[in-house]
């Protein structure tokens, strides 16, 4: 991996993600809602993976991603807020930053979480995988 700045290997997404118990309500509320969800936070995704390749981001075989999730509060079950990792994957194969999220592209997962009630984000560290 390339990294032209120290924070050149990190995507940060502003707010919260929805939690596998909000998507599991939208997919069994309306037949299009779920999808329109995982449009929607797909593409938000893609435009911060896409701002951090613009920073220097680049990927270069298999990698690690670190995903530090702060919270507005702590209402949320830690595995409920985890599941978004599957808006960040696919952000960012849409963007263009990884081919597939597959065994042979993806590494490790670490999670680590805090609450910041005035700025909730996830920031992803994304390394080579040793």
Request: contains cysteine.
């Amino acid at each position: 991996m390339k990294m032209t700045s120290p924070t050149a290997n990190k995507i940060i997404i502003p707010g919260e993600l929805p939690t596998l118990n909000e998507y599991s309500d939208a997919e069994r509320g309306n037949k299009y809602h779920g999808s329109n969800l995982k449009r929607a936070n797909t593409a938000l995704c893609s435009m911060c993976v896409k701002a951090a390749m613009n920073k220097g981001l680049t990927v270069d075989g298999k990698i690690d991603i670190h995903c530090h999730w702060y919270m507005k509060n702590r209402k949320k079950d830690k595995d409920n807020i985890r599941f978004a990792i599957k808006f960040i994957q696919d952000g960012m194969m849409k963007a263009g930053l990884i081919k597939n999220d597959g065994w042979k592209q993806i590494g490790d997962y670490f999670d680590e979480f805090s609450v910041d009630k005035e700025n909730p984000r996830i920031e992803v560290e994304i390394t080579p995988h040793e």
